[in-house]
Structure formats: C-alpha cells, structure tokens
C-alpha cells in the first residue's frame, strides 16, 4: 500500500516527524531461539498516525492524505472505507482513490486526536480484501491562544514601611495551548503598571515591593496592571493583562500630638462630682488600633479635684470633677495631660516618642449657692416626759457666698406630722412642742430646712432625736394567768407561777419584787428573785358551793428611780379534782350540776320548745286555709257572674239524680257570641244557625249540625271536637244561661228551682234569696 501525503512529507522532513509506514517485504524469515525457522504472512498495509494543523485557513477541504491497498490494481473493483471518530462527519473517504479530507477547520484544543479505522472491500461481492486497520489523526498545534488570568482584578495589601522585596500576592495565568509543542504556551510576566513601586518575578507571578519604607500616611491605594505573554516572551507571541489593587496595611508608625501646647476649661463651683469639665484631643495619622491613646494627667495643684479618662469613641481626653469645688477658696487650677499610644510597635520605636503633653487651665466661676450647714446630720437626746418647750439643740447653717445673706430655718412638716417639735427661725434651736413618750415612739427623724431671705435657695439636714427612757411605767403581768385550786388541795401547795414586764428599759435590766397588799388566810407568794414568783395555798379543803372563787391582789414593784409599782388582781378558781390533782370541773359547771341540769339538758329542753311553737304556727295556717270564701263575690251584678260550689253528681252512671229530658230545651240556646274578658279558646268559633223548631228530636238536630260543619269552608282541616250545646226540646228547664235570658232579671221568677229536686236546693236558695231581698 502506498500513503502519499505531500503535507506530511513536507511536515516531517521540516521537524523530523514521520508516519510509520510499514512495507512487508516477501521472503524475509527469522529464527526463533530454538533455531527454527519462522515465516511472517505479507500484509498488504499497515501505518501508524496522520498529522494535520488545526485553524487551517485555506479554501476547500484540507487534504489529510491517501490510502492504498496492494490488491487495488486500480480496474474500478476496490472500496476504501472508512470507520471511527469524526468519520463521515469530521473526516470523509474517496472510495475510489483513497484520498482522506477534514471537512472542517479544526481546533486542537476543542480535541487534540481522532482514531479512526479504513479497510479495503471488493465492490462487487462486498468482501473485505483486506483486515481493517486503526490509525491516528493528531491535530498539530499553532499559537492561537492568549494566555488568560482566572480574575479580571485582584486585591491585595502589604504593611507600609515594609523592606524592599515584600510577597504581595501571586497571579498565575493559563494558555490553552499545547505546552508540548514549541513556547506557544510558555508565559512570562512582566509589569506594565504600578512601577517603581512594585515588581513582578517574570516566570512565577509573585508582586513583591520596590520601595523601601513606603508611608500609607502619603499614599495608601496602588493600582498595578501584570502582562502575561506567551512565545516566551518573543515578539508575535499572544498576551494577557490583570489588574492588581494593592492597599498599604497601617502601622504604628505616627505618634499623637496635641495641636495645642495649652488648653482653657471653665466650670461652675457647682459642678457636681463626675461631671464633665471639657475635652481635649490629640490627633494620631495612623488608623484602628494603633491609633488608641489614653490620658493621664502628670502633674498640677489640680490633680487631686479633677480626673482624666479617656473616650473610647472619640479617643478624646474627659476631664471631670474629682472634689466639691469652691469658688470662694480656689478659683483656678492647672494640670499637665499626657496623651500616649496605647499599641506601640516595637520595631518603629526610633521615630518616637509615642506620647505628647499638653497644659489645662481651669477656672472656677462663682454660683449663688444655698446655705450650707456645719454638720451633714444632727443627733439629739432628750429624757421624755420633758415638759414642752425645753429646748434640744441648735443647728447652724451659712451663706458660702462672699456676700452673706440672712438665713431662716424651719422644720419640714411632712417629716413632723405630728408636730412635736419647734425650730427658731433666727438661731435654729429645737424645742419641743409636746411631752415626748418613749415608749410610743423612742428615735424622731425630721428635716430642717435653712433658707436665704434674698434668693429662695434651700438646703436640709436631717436631725435624729432620741428620746431617753425615764421609769414612768409600772410593771404588770406579763400574761393573763386562769389560775385554779383543787377542793382537795393541801396547804403549802404551788398553784401558779407568775412574772411580770415593763416598758421601761432601764440601764442595768429589770429587777421585780413580788408581794401581797394584805394578809390573806388562803394564798401566800413566794418571790424567786428572778423576776418570777410562786403562789402558794395557806390551808386545804376548799369548797367551790361555799366559794367558787378568790381575787387575790398582787403587788409588782421595780427598782429603778423613782420606784413604780402596780397592783395586778390574780383570779383563782376552785376546782374539783381526781387524786392526782387533774382537773374535773371547776365551780360554774359545778353549779349547774348541783341544780340538777346539766348542759345536755337545758339544750334538749329548748329543743322542745323550739318544736311546739313550730307545731302552733303550722296548726294556725292550716285553719286559716280551711275558711271558705263567700260563694257570691260581688252582689251587685249575678247574672254575668259564673257560681261555682262543690256538689258533684254521680257521673254518667248516675240516671237517678235529674232527669235528662229537663235538658231537652229547643227554645233556647246560645247564638255565636263570643266572650270579651278571656282569649278565644279556638282559632275559627264555630258558627250556629237558628234552632230547628217545631220539637225537633235531639238526634236530627246532631245530624243537622255535623253536615253544617261538614260543608263549612272555615271549619279547621284538622280533627276537631265540635260541641252543640243543644238541650234538647220540651225542656221544663229551658236554658239555664242567665246571658241569652229573654226578659230582663227584674222580670223572672225564680220559684220553680225549689221544685227541682235536692241537686238544685242551693241555686234555688240564692236566687229566692236574692229575690225576696229586692221586693223588701
């Protein structure tokens, strides 16, 4: 097979590259180690790669080179096929003379080889006349990418006065080219701005300073552009550019100073301890931390009045008020300030010193101030039951100004709501006004207050008086004591111990004596000496029905001056007793058992008289409730009045009680009238027509109504009870309703009720009655 490639050739005689072209020669034979002869089978072809330039620019398809095969004999029969990437696509095959074509520009850095495979195939049968071979296409590179940094701009910094050759940062840039082949991807940096500041390495990248000792103080931002260039450098080759943005770091290297050498402050006299008298400030040209200061003040008659600090914020010096100032005894101070840098950096301490001084006057102005008293307090003592008027002490108050004014002093009532005390408005002396208790209250806290006549301006003190006891109370019992004595108690027997208290409290503690105003035959005291005594029985054979109790009056003295004493009465009980002296009873209960009625009794006996009127009241209503009310409740008018009494007939079993053709009355009934004084019972009254006359029976009188009621268009649609009231024909009674009565009532006659049997003995009473009534 023979590859003619005119590009190739000229390619590999120019750089010594070559395709591996391999022609089996016929014949040749080897021995192997055993001596035997080996014979290779003759292969028709057989090649390794293709070069081809990528960005070819030329019109048309590149050519790439031509296959041929030994058993094309060039009749037309042989197919050439081609097979793998970019086959039939990237790359085409003349089938008939072998000749290969890139139908495009390629790039290698889009895909640097093709494999690819091409074989021989008879066109008539379609058989291969010869094994598929693989072969490579590589693409061959040209410098036709610039080097590209992987930021537009970088940011960097660098402390000022840092020594030539400080690392500031490394950039790096890529070419997409093929570092294999020739410098189309070798770069060099180089600095195209930002010089004589800085530089740059031109094989790593790395900026580093040029200068010595650059101050961020004169210049703090740098702007430097670096060039990648590829080709080594040389000219024609591509190139590509970043901007470097470098700030220079602060450091300690500027020391504060004051603007001024001397300061002037003024504050009132009255400024009050920790104020504010002003500020002072030092300015520092370095940023952050190293340009904290703090202050101190060195010297100066005012360094034990006024006191420096330091404000973080605004890293400016505040003076303020260390003592109560007093225009009247100093009215200017001085102070030597110090203003120092908090971080110093060792390595920049020869451009120092890092600290400055300064001089502060201060003048004190003058303030109308209120008085001002001698003490910050006053303490009193007075004996109580001093009579009022005596006086207690004297506060005194003055005018600190240079011009005195007249001072006035009183007493705060809110503090002296009692008004105990009294002050002199010229002098100050406090008296008091009542007698003073200690027991009710033995320390008093009132304000006085001291006024200027001239400006108002008030000041107050607090006064605390205490009042010293004086024995004025006697002492009593310390308790209540319910003492009691057995009926079968023996003389010299303890009975009670007491004790006492007082109110006083004298210096040296309370000493008590106990003893009896008289003689008493039953009850003897003991005095223990220790503020307590025993009461003991004289005798035994104590009878609580003879004496149920003993007042014995017990007199308690103290020792204090003037002596106080008081008689306490000591009530004792008799008792009676088991034998082991526990009490039973004592004498009220023992009175009562006496009489014969114990508790248990007298509680049972008004129960019983609880429970009888209980019984009389009930039994009262009862009978009240049985009175009958009059059967008539108004005379004047009977007709339109319903009577009401209690006879009942036997029911519809009973036929012997009246007759019922008695009820049989077609001459009278009632017409539709409806009643005025109570709510219709029903929606729709039924209607009624005249009555049948000529002695209709009952029963076609029934039926008469029901077809009416049947055929009535305003009768309800529900089941309804119809009620006729119809008393039937030939009644002797007629109707018994006085409403439809055809005379007036002066014209009836009442007298055939009487003929109507026993059921009607008490209508025919009350209507007779009433009659008779009338005539008379």
């Not at 391999?22 to 035997?36: E, N």
């Not at 110093?344 to 209120?370: C, K, N, Q, W, Y």
Request: aromatic share 8%; with cysteine; net charge negative.
């Amino acid at each position: 097979m023979i590859i003619n490639q005119v590009t190739f050739l000229l390619l590999s005689c120019l750089l010594g590259w070559s395709s591996a072209l391999i022609r089996p020669v016929p014949g040749i034979s080897t021995l192997d180690r055993d001596g035997r002869t080996l014979h290779r089978t003759k292969r028709g072809w057989m090649w390794n790669s293709f070069f081809l330039l990528e960005e070819w620019t030329g019109t048309g398809k590149q050519y790439v080179g031509k296959l041929h095969s030994d058993m094309d004999t060039e009749d037309g029969h042989v197919k050439y096929v081609l097979t793998g990437d970019g086959a039939g696509t990237v790359f085409e095959i003349d089938e008939n003379s072998g000749d290969i074509h890139a139908t495009r520009r390629l790039d290698r850095e889009e895909k640097a080889s093709y494999t690819l495979s091409a074989k021989a195939v008879n066109k008539t049968s379609g058989q291969d006349l010869e094994r598929a071979s693989e072969f490579i296409i590589k693409i061959h590179d040209i410098n036709d990418n610039e080097p590209k940094f992987s930021k537009d701009t970088y940011v960097a910094s660098v402390s000022e006065m840092s020594n030539v050759g400080a690392f500031v940062m490394r950039v790096t840039a890529t070419d997409a080219d093929d570092e294999a082949y020739g410098n189309s991807a070798k770069l060099v940096y180089s600095i195209l701005q930002g010089q004589p500041y800085f530089s740059v390495e031109p094989e790593t990248g790395i900026i580093k300073t040029a200068l010595p000792n650059m101050i961020r103080e004169n210049r703090e931002h740098y702007q430097v552009v670096i060039q990648a260039k590829d080709m080594a450098g040389q000219m024609g080759g591509l190139s590509g550019t970043t901007t470097v943005n470098i700030t220079l770091m602060d450091v300690n290297n500027s020391p504060p100073r004051f603007p001024h050498s001397t300061y002037h402050l003024s504050t009132p006299e009255s400024a009050e301890i920790g104020s504010s008298v002003g500020r002072i400030k030092a300015y520092d040209a370095d940023v952050g931390e190293n340009a904290e200061m703090w202050f101190t003040i060195l010297d100066g008659d005012g360094q034990d009045v006024f006191n420096i600090i330091t404000d973080s914020t605004s890293q400016e010096g505040v003076i303020i008020v260390k003592k109560q100032l007093d225009y009247e005894s100093k009215r200017l101070y001085s102070l030597r300030v110090q203003v120092t840098n908090t971080h110093i950096d060792r390595r920049f301490e020869h451009l120092g010193p890092f600290s400055d001084t300064a001089m502060v006057r201060i003048t004190v102005t003058d303030v109308d101030e209120p008085p001002l008293f001698s003490r910050a307090l006053y303490i009193f003592e007075v004996d109580e039951d001093t009579p009022a008027g005596s006086s207690l002490g004297t506060v005194s108050a003055r005018d600190p100004d240079i011009i005195n004014h007249l001072v006035k002093y009183t007493i705060d009532r809110h503090t002296d709501l009692e008004r105990l005390f009294n002050i002199d408005s010229n002098n100050g002396t406090i008296s008091t006004l009542q007698v003073l208790d200690r027991e009710t209250s033995k320390w008093h806290n009132i304000s006085v207050l001291a006024t200027e006549l001239s400006t108002a301006l008030q000041t107050r003190v607090p006064v605390f008086i205490k009042v010293r006891d004086v024995n004025d109370n006697a002492p009593e019992f310390a308790m209540f004591y319910e003492t009691f004595v057995c009926e079968n108690v023996r003389a010299g027997q303890l009975i009670q111990t007491i004790s006492a208290v007082d109110t006083d409290e004298p210096l040296v503690g309370h000493k008590f004596v106990f003893s009896l105003s008289t003689i008493n035959p039953n009850f003897t005291i003991f005095d223990n000496e220790d503020n307590t005594a025993r009461i003991l029985t004289r005798r035994g054979g104590f009878n609580r029905r003879e004496m149920n109790s003993y007042l014995l009056p017990v007199v308690i003295s103290d020792n204090d001056y003037p002596i106080q004493s008081s008689t306490s009465t000591l009530t004792v009980r008799v008792c009676a007793c088991d034998s082991r002296g526990n009490v039973q009873t004592c004498s009220t209960e023992a009175l009562l058992l006496s009489a014969g009625l114990s508790t248990g009794a007298l509680v049972a006996i008004l129960l019983c008289i609880l429970i009888l009127l209980m019984i009389v009241v009930l039994f009262a209503a009862l009978r009240r409730q049985k009175k009958k009310e009059p059967l008539i409740i108004s005379k004047e008018d009977v007709r339109d009045n319903v009577v009401s009494y209690n006879d009942e007939g036997g029911g519809e079993e009973d036929t012997q009680a009246f007759d019922i053709g008695t009820l049989r009355n077609p001459e009278v009934i009632d017409t539709n009238k409806l009643r005025r004084d109570i709510m219709p019972e029903m929606l729709f009254p039924f209607r009624r027509t005249s009555p049948i006359k000529d002695n209709t029976d009952v029963r076609d009188f029934i039926n008469g109504r029901l077809q009416e009621n049947d055929s009535d268009p305003t009768a309800p649609p529900y089941d309804s009870l119809a009620t006729y009231a119809y008393e039937g024909n030939g009644s002797l009674a007629e109707s018994l309703s006085s409403l439809e009565s055809a005379a007036t009532e002066g014209d009836q006659e009442f007298e055939y009720l009487s003929h109507w049997g026993p059921q009607f003995k008490k209508l025919a009473d009350m209507y007779i009655g009433q009659e008779s009534q009338r005539e008379t």
